[in-house]
């Protein structure tokens, strides 16, 4: 599967994107999907996760009840809207996939695909 990152920007400390990822090929639905993020000089980092179906949703301690993540099977197509951005979630965002692993391992475990970045650049 290949997958096209879209969305970043550059917003204030507050502010708000919705990040996009869309798949290619028809068996979307097949694949958890997540997304990592990686800022400079850092590791790069889980930031969540979601179902096949979406029903099941994880993330990490640092964006909870910030960000959201959903899917859209019919679209191929992964969302991930960050909310309240500070400074610190400055990072390039990497969408990944799994058809191997369930959306829970996604944080303890590398996907199998992985997408381009989008920057997302947070100002104090």
């Known amino acids: 599967v290949q997958l096209q990152a879209s969305g970043g920007g550059l917003v204030q400390a507050g502010g708000s994107l919705r990040l996009s990822c869309t798949a290619s090929?028809?068996?979307?639905?097949?694949?958890?999907m997540g997304w990592f993020r990686q800022a400079p000089g850092k590791e790069r980092e889980f930031v969540a996760s979601i179902s096949w179906t979406g029903g099941g949703t994880y993330y990490a301690d640092s964006v909870k009840g910030r960000f959201i993540i959903s899917r859209d099977n019919a679209k191929n197509t992964v969302y991930l809207q960050v909310n309240n951005l500070k400074p610190e979630d400055t990072a390039v965002y990497y969408c990944?996939?799994?058809?191997?692993?369930?959306?829970?391992?996604?944080?303890?475990?590398?996907?199998?695909?992985w997408g381009q970045g989008t920057q997302v650049t947070v100002s104090s």
């Open positions: 990944a996939a799994s058809d191997k692993l369930i959306a829970r391992a996604l944080e303890y475990s590398d996907p199998d695909y």
């Open positions: 090929g028809r068996t979307f639905s097949r694949y958890v």
